[in-house]
């Protein structure tokens, strides 16, 4: 499989051409779809009421990027956000698989979050510098509520 560097992507990280920036657009929404599903599982059950509306909150942050990138591919397609979040096979899925793992207790999902946070920071950065004027905006704007 020949791999090339596709703008948008972390700096450096190749993407295998098979996917293209457009497939790896769909990937992080769908990591960030499936995250906020997950943390969403948390509220009513975590440790603290102020753990619990911290976690409904950065679902909501998560599902607000899936939501922005959806959009933004669906409106090049003809499509809607819901084509991408609804009407595709669990198979259709291309996100992490860090981000689907079942919560388990609360120190795995604080685990999990960290790590895909680190993640997401460089990627930020990465798309708030893309050419594309609107994946740009969505990068900043994720940049901004990470800080």
């Known amino acids: 499989m020949s791999e090339s560097v596709v703008s948008g992507a972390p700096q450096g990280m190749p993407i295998p051409e ?28 975590a440790p603290e009421l102020e753990l619990d509306i911290a976690l409904g909150n950065i679902g909501l942050d998560h599902l607000g990027v899936a939501r922005a990138l959806y959009q933004h591919l669906g409106d090049e397609e003809g499509r809607s956000e819901d084509d991408y979040a609804m009407n595709r096979t669990d198979r259709e899925f291309r996100n992490l698989l860090l981000v689907e793992q079942p919560n388990g207790d609360f120190a795995h999902t604080i685990v999990r979050q960290f790590l895909f946070d680190c993640y997401q920071l460089q990627l930020w950065a990465d798309l708030s510098a893309s050419d594309d004027e609107v994946v740009s905006g969505i990068g900043g704007r994720a940049m901004k509520e990470a800080e």
């Open 18 to 45: 098979t996917i293209g920036e457009r497939g790896w657009l769909v990937a992080h929404a769908d990591d960030n779809l499936v995250l906020a599903h997950r943390l969403g599982e948390w509220i009513s059950r």
